[in-house]
């Protein structure tokens, strides 16, 4: 099965700076990245995907980037802001069990 | 709200009793996924539907669990026997008939067994 190794788990960075997440996965079939961001208490929700026929997307503040060669995808955020910290959590899609496999989160605090 | 619902939101109990979930999807939905979910660490997957069909279990899912979803609408997840380790959040999910159609999840029913 798929397996998504996302680091690093906790980023503290000062308001306006950008934040990367990095996520590793195992299974070179897999086609499909989503972020998902949860706010303390909440529901995790999607922020952004990407298919694996494109190497970047971007919306707003917010862009994923994938390299199916090496496996790895990343978050990048900029001009971050103090809604912006949540925990988020990259997945991809377990092709053999059609479900997204998740990785363990990276807790993002964004300091006024 | 149209989203998904789930019930109850909180759910405490003694060790050895069962417990039942539930989860409505979204409507027009007919993918529905059960994940489990620990302090610090991201969804684990349980088990998901097509339909009324059980398509995928994962091996986390011991013999105390069995989840069902009937008519190919709202969906149960009963624990059998609870544990402390049963202690989680079950988050439900449910996405549109392609497969790399976004996730909807619930709010979750948290569990917590003394």
Redesign the interface.
Known sequence: GEN?E?HPSTLSVQEGDSAVIKCTYSDSAS??F?WYKQELG?????II?I?SNVGEKKDQRIAVTLNKTAKHFSLHITETQPEDSAVY?C?A??TG?????????TRLQVQP | DTGVSQDPRHKITKRGQNVTFRCDPISEHNRL?W?RQTL??????LT?FQNEAQ??K?RLLSDRFSAERPKGSFSTLEIQRTEQGDSAMY?CASSSSI??G??F????SRLTVL
Not at chain 1, 42 to 46: F, I, N, S
Not at chain 2, 105 to 108: K, M, P, R
């Open positions: 998504v996302q086609n499909y989503p909440k529901r995790p929700q999607l995907d298919r959590f997945a899609l377990d069990r059609r479900a997204l496999t998740f990785g363990s989160g | 996924y994940y610090g660490q991201g969804p684990e997957f998901y398509l995928e994962s988050l497969p790399t976004e996730l999840f619930g709010e979750g």
